[in-house]
């Protein structure tokens, strides 16, 4: 529920920030509307996971055998993806982090308060501390990529911007992985 919590808000959020970009920049190309933003997040996150639910649902059985292929698979493609991204914009991201470096530093500070406040809002069960620190942590990156292709491929460096958030991300969030997948697995969090 917090990820479809936080896909339906960035209906709203994502055009409203994009108004005030466009007014504090004075850039005219970046209107967004809350169509585009839905039509995005429903067809790569509240699609599959509307689909994964009916299928634990109706096949809990299917469901639960899959489960454990899936997650590494999908850990061997996020691994891929990421490595895939490195040999391609590698090149670009030197430069990038050199000229930046404070905006690295205020990216990572953003990143580290919120997997700490993911944390602290979560339950006590292991699943949930990761799911929120998580959730709470990671932008939308897919969605930060295509609009920043549709209304400014003129500026390649946002793309850049958005690849390193989602590099500072991983890279901080693995330590609070291990550490979590340290603790015994709880059914319920205490309430």
């Not at 109706?58 to 899959?66: E, F, G, N, T, Y």
């Not at 899936?70 to 061997?76: E, P, R, T």
């Not at 929120?132 to 969605?143: A, E, F, I, Q, Y």
Request: aromatic letters at 6%; glycine letters at 6%.
């Amino acid at each position: 529920m917090l990820q479809v919590g936080a896909a339906v808000t960035a209906i709203v959020s994502i055009p409203v920030l994009a108004d005030v970009y466009r007014a504090a920049f004075a850039v005219q190309s970046w209107d967004l509307g809350p169509q585009e933003v839905a039509q995005q997040v429903g067809l790569s996150q509240v699609l599959p996971l509307l689909l994964g639910l009916v299928l634990r649902q109706r096949w809990p059985q299917l469901a639960q055998q899959w489960q454990g292929p899936l997650d590494k698979l999908a850990n061997a493609l996020l691994v891929l993806l990421l490595a895939v991204v490195l040999v391609t914009t590698g090149p670009l991201l030197l430069p990038f982090v050199t000229a930046n470096w404070i905006a690295l530093g205020l990216m990572a500070t953003l990143v580290a308060l919120c997997l700490g406040l993911g944390y602290g809002l979560a339950g006590a069960a292991r699943h949930e501390r990761i799911t929120v620190s998580l959730v709470t942590s990671m932008r939308n990156p897919g969605l930060a990529l295509l609009f920043a292709g549709t209304y400014a491929p003129e500026m390649p460096a946002i793309k850049i911007a958005i690849l390193v958030y989602v590099l500072v991300t991983v890279v901080l969030s693995i330590p609070l992985l291990q550490t979590l997948n340290r603790q015994p697995v709880q059914a319920k969090a205490n309430s």
